[in-house]
């Protein structure tokens, strides 16, 4: 197939953005960053530079193309949407303004996405992210990945890229061209399925609140037997709802099976505590701890996650008291001026009641 060559914008230079960004341009430099004035000013300076392999102390120095507007960029052919859902109806609507209707791809966790964007363009793929990446400042990305080594290659994260909706011929040789450049630089593939790929990596996603009030590896967890009780538990109440609604799972690398999510849930807690630290271990800063925790916001994507759960919930007829107990109390602790992290046994007494 004759590749396409796209000139790409990833708007948003947070984790995500900056993370594929920093493995696609050493091998295909028509992508360019945009955020704002005062990141894009530190990135022009320092450039990005990522912790190889995950280790700190071997960082890669990428000097990359930044903009602060799109105005800039008027020939940008495909928009690489890295923010958080929070923030899209209004970059959409920038987008729009300026550049009219490019190939969007929505890296977002969730499908509010699916809601807002259709209602600006008509030529949408969407992603499925396998990977944690985190700043430790605007120009120092660090991630962990979630795939299995490959002898001789860095480790990056995984994409899945997938339309939803009545398959469109032309979106999708567009997707398969996207894919081929992506590949230069890091794994993408195509999910045939992305309804059930988006919802299954959302099980996952219904853990971050908790991480995130229980403050995992910003403050002592006095009782991760309880850790784990609450999430396991919330996670299975998840899996549940996504069954009741007719989604079946998707499996992809490094996301925790339905059955793993299943058997922690029944185990006694004593036991899952030792299946949930291996797996939490992995996630060193979930996106909704880096909302409030590291970034001390109060914006973060909890109705887009479990708000979203929460309702599903309700239409489907299926119990969901861990999430609702958990949604309250992050409702609640998240909205305050200097949010710190609670008590993993204080957590369990707010939500107990509810149980
Ligand atoms: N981080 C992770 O490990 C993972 C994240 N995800 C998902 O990926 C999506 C992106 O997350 P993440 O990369 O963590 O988000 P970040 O908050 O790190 O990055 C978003 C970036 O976009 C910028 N931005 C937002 N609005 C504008 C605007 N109008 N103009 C210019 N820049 C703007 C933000 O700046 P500002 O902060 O100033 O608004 C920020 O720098 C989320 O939906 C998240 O759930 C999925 C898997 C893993
Ligand atoms: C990496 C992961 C799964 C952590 O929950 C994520 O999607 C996020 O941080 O939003």
Redesign the pocket.
Same mark, same amino acid.
């Given at each position: 197939m004759n590749e396409k060559e796209y000139d790409f914008v990833i708007f948003?230079?947070?984790?995500?953005?900056s993370s594929i960004g920093a493995w696609l341009y050493p091998h295909y430099n028509k992508v360019c960053f945009?955020?704002?004035k005062e990141?894009a000013n530190e990135l022009k300076e320092k450039g990005i530079n990522i912790y190889l392999n995950e280790e700190k102390d071997k960082i890669q120095k990428i000097n990359v193309p930044v903009i602060e507007d799109l105005n800039e960029k008027p020939d940008t052919d495909v928009v690489i949407l =890295?923010? !958080?859902?929070y923030?899209l109806d209004?970059?959409a609507q920038?987008i729009k303004a300026k550049l009219g209707d490019p190939i969007i791809i929505a890296?977002?966790?969730g499908v509010e996405n699916q809601k807002i964007l259709p209602k600006y363009f008509s030529k949408i793929i969407y992603g499925t992210?396998c990977?944690? =990446?985190? !700043?430790d400042s605007p120009s120092v990305l660090g991630f962990s990945s979630w795939q299995k080594p490959e002898e001789g290659k860095p480790k990056t994260g995984s994409l899945f890229l997938g339309t939803v909706g009545d398959k469109n011929p032309e979106l999708e040789g567009i997707m398969k061209n996207i894919v081929n450049i992506f590949n230069k630089g890091f794994d993408a593939q195509i999910s045939n399925d992305f309804q059930n790929t988006i919802h299954t990596k959302m099980v996952t996603n219904l853990g971050n609140c908790v991480l995130t009030l229980a403050g995992h590896k910003f403050r002592e967890i006095s009782s991760m037997k309880t850790l784990a009780k609450i999430t396991t538990n919330v996670l299975n109440e998840g899996v549940q709802i996504l069954k009741a609604a007719g989604y079946s799972e998707y499996p992809m690398d490094g996301v925790t099976s339905w059955g793993l999510v299943g058997l922690g849930a029944k185990l006694p807690a004593s036991i899952s505590k030792f299946i949930f630290q291996k797996k939490v271990k992995h996630y060193p800063m979930?996106?909704m701890q880096?909302d409030i925790i590291l970034h001390k916001g109060n914006q973060s994507?909890l109705d887009y996650f479990n708000g979203y759960f929460l309702e599903l919930a309700n239409k489907v007829g299926v119990k969901a008291p861990y999430n609702q107990g958990i949604y309250d109390v992050c409702k609640e602790e998240f909205a305050k001026p200097n949010f710190e992290p609670l008590d993993v046994a204080d957590i369990w007494e707010k939500i107990e009641g509810n149980l």
């Open positions: 948003g230079a947070g984790a995500i953005g945009l955020d704002r990141i =890295a923010t !958080k859902n923030s209004a970059v920038e890296l977002q966790n992210i990977w944690n =990446a985190w !700043k979930n996106s880096q994507e």
